[in-house]
Each structure stands twice: as C-alpha cells, then as structure tokens.
C-alpha cells in the first residue's frame, strides 16, 4: 500500500545525531528568517527615505527577489538533494519562472493598452 | 503504517517522504505550485499593465491609495507565520505532535490576522469609492490582491482541517506528508506576497 514503508528503528547515536543535526538547522532557518525581516525592513526603509525612483525600483526588486530563493531554497526546502524528485521539482519551478517572465514581458512591451 | 506505533527513536528521520504517498504528496503540491505561478504571473502583468489606468479624469492612483504602515504590519504578520510553519516541521521530525499542532495554530493565528487586515483594507477602499467595477485599475488590483487573499483562506481551511481532523490521531506516516504539503502550501503564500508589496505596495506608492 502506498502508505507502507519500512521502518527501522535508528541506532540511539544515529537518532542522537539526526537530532542534533535537526537543531542546527532550525537555527538556520531563524537566522534566514532575520535576513528576511530586514530585507523587508530595508526595502521599506529605501522607499521610505525617497531616493529616485529609477534607484529605488531595481533595489527593491532585487530584494525580493533574495527572500524568494531564500524562501524556495530554505523554507520550502529546494535546498535539500535527497528529497523525492527534487531535480523534477527544480525544472517544473524554474520553467515556471521563465514562463512567468514571458508573460510580464508581453503585458508590459509587446501588448499595448 | 498507519496503526503503527512510532517512538521518537523510531520514527523515521524523513516522514513526511517515507512512504511511496508522502513522495508522490510532495511532487503533487510542488506541481500545483508551478502552475499557481503562472496563475499569479498572468494576474500580476494584468495589474501592471493596467495600473493607475481608468476613465478620464479618475481620482484614483496607486500613489495617493496605498498606505505602507498597514502594508509593512501585514507582510511582518505573514512573514512570521511562515517561521512558525518551519517550528511545526521541525517538531514533525522530531516526533513531537504537541509541538506540531501548537506551531501550525499560531501559524493559523497569525494567517487570521493577516486576512482581517486585508478585509480591513478592502472595506477601506469600497467605503471610499474604489470598488472592483470603478477602473480598470481597481479590478486589476482587487483581482491580484484578492487572489493572493483567497490563497491565504484555503491555506487557513486546510490547516485548520488537519489540526482538527488529527487532534485524536497524533502523528504517524499518514498525516505527516499532509502536514508537509500544506506548510509548503504556506510558504508559496508567503512567496507571492513578497512580490505584491513589493511591485503592488511599494511601487505604487513610488509612483
């Protein structure tokens, strides 16, 4: 059945390790989430502080597009190689973005309103 | 595996892909996610182009309309909640389920408070005459944004109905890779608001 597996009790060293190892990484997940708290705070900082515009525009993009790959990359684990068809994954998302990419060009060029 | 009793010695170091279910769980929702993409793509080049456009003489602007105080308290709401679904995770993988349904309920929380801010938000511009028919502009915007908002509600049904649906339970191979997808679920919220305060909120006060 699709929900079996087989279950082997880890070794009292492994089990200590993977939990370590669990802990060290729930503290990098902490120290990406204050990355991302002042990426934002930066990017309203900039918009706050009024710069020009054609400074403030691609910072700010440039930003978010930092906390995305953080947030794809750690939260939602992209990172992680071992994972079920990562690589699958990986293709699906990134042909996502281009197509994504597509389309903001022709709304914004090609289509005119 | 679903009646199997696990201790936390036992419990496998990866549950939510230890089943042949769990691994297909986590394409599944990853494939989802790719074609929601292309979803909020077509929504977020329709509001671009359509910004701050409508009938002659529209008072209406993304400049004058957005406020960045409400916007800030908000992506800090959702921002955190992400964190606190990385907390539930990292309890699943310890074995501990108290520590999961007491993350993915503040997580909720947080969500709740969330869309109360953007039903606040809404309100405020319908009171003041910006409702979805009054330009091409606001039905792009509430298009866009609503979207996103309708996102944030499915994910607060979905986990709601895995906390409650397993309160009894606990945790075992079965519910763990649902746990799973519905944090990843989460996180793409979290993704798709960054870009709209990003290009919806601060942009448009930017002019």
Aim: net charge neutral; aromatic share 18%.
């Amino acid at each position: 059945m699709g929900h079996d597996t087989q279950v082997q009790a880890r070794s009292k060293k492994q089990y200590e390790y993977d939990r370590h190892h669990n802990a060290v990484h729930m503290r990098k997940q902490v120290i990406n989430f204050a990355i991302m708290i002042f990426l934002t705070f930066l990017a309203f900082a900039v918009v706050v502080a009024d710069f020009s515009t054609y400074y403030i525009k691609p910072l700010i993009l440039l930003l978010a597009g930092i906390q995305v790959v953080i947030q794809l990359y750690s939260y939602m684990h992209m990172d992680d190689k071992k994972a079920s068809h990562i690589g699958v994954i990986s293709t699906f998302v990134w042909f996502g973005v281009v197509i994504a990419f597509t389309v903001f060009l022709a709304f914004l060029t090609i289509i005119w309103w | 595996m679903e009646h199997t009793k696990f201790t936390p010695q036992s419990w496998p170091d990866k549950p939510e892909q230890a089943t042949m279910e769990g691994k297909n769980k986590f394409v599944g929702i990853w494939i989802f996610i790719c074609s929601d993409i292309t979803l909020f793509a077509s929504v977020f080049a329709t509001y671009l182009s359509l910004k701050d456009k409508g009938p002659a003489g529209m008072e209406y602007s993304a400049a004058e309309l957005f406020e960045l105080p409400l916007a800030f308290v908000m992506t800090m709401l959702l921002l955190t909640s992400s964190l606190t679904s990385v907390y539930a995770m990292y309890h699943m993988k310890n074995y501990n389920f108290k520590g999961v349904q007491i993350w993915m309920s503040i997580t909720v929380l947080l969500g709740l408070g969330f869309l109360a801010l953007e039903i606040y938000e809404f309100y405020h511009y319908v009171h003041d005459g910006f409702g979805y028919t009054q330009s091409a502009f606001s039905s792009a915007f509430f298009t866009l944004v609503g979207t996103h908002g309708l996102h944030v509600v499915i994910g607060l049904v979905w986990i709601l109905c895995l906390i409650f649906r397993n309160a009894g339970r606990g945790l075992n191979l079965y519910n763990a890779p649902k746990y799973y997808a519905a944090s990843i679920f989460w996180h793409f919220i979290d993704v798709v608001w960054v870009f709209i305060f990003t290009v919806v909120y601060l942009m448009g006060v930017l002019g």
